[in-house]
């Protein structure tokens, strides 16, 4: 089974950037697509990027394109999330998940599981 840990949130002004790790331990990272997801307060758990070990299967949410950046670290086992142009709106709990064989669609929490406890994104204004 593969357990999955996010670390790097933190507290940041608009505009600045921070880097988000996601670290899998007992199978390696390429054996499965995986996600990002964030939530607010309030909120249902929203889809940022799918990533699928290809830059043509990669996929961003709208409102981060442009802005975040997924790569990975084979050696590390680990997948990041640079997100720069931070703005308020993107204040929320960052969590990655393994994404699910047989489920499509992607957009959907329901596709992913094994999710990390999550890291704190917090950006002031």
């Known amino acids: 089974q593969v357990q999955l840990v996010e670390s790097g949130g933190g507290l940041v002004q608009a505009g600045g950037s921070l880097r988000l790790s996601c670290a899998a331990s007992g199978r390696t990272f390429s054996d499965f697509p995986m996600g990002w997801f964030r939530q607010a307060p309030g909120k249902e758990r929203e889809f940022v990027v799918s990533y699928n070990w290809s830059p043509s299967s990669t996929v961003y949410a709208d409102s981060v394109k442009g802005r975040f950046t997924i790569s990975r670290d084979n050696a590390k086992n680990t997948v990041y999330l640079q997100m720069n142009s931070l703005k308020p709106e993107d204040t929320a709990v960052y969590y990655c998940?393994?994404?699910?064989?047989?489920?499509?669609?992607?957009?959907?929490?329901?596709?992913?599981?094994?999710w990390g406890q999550g890291t704190q994104v917090t950006v002031s204004s």
């Open positions: 998940g393994r994404k699910r064989e047989y489920y499509r669609n992607i957009y959907s929490p329901s596709a992913y599981d094994c």
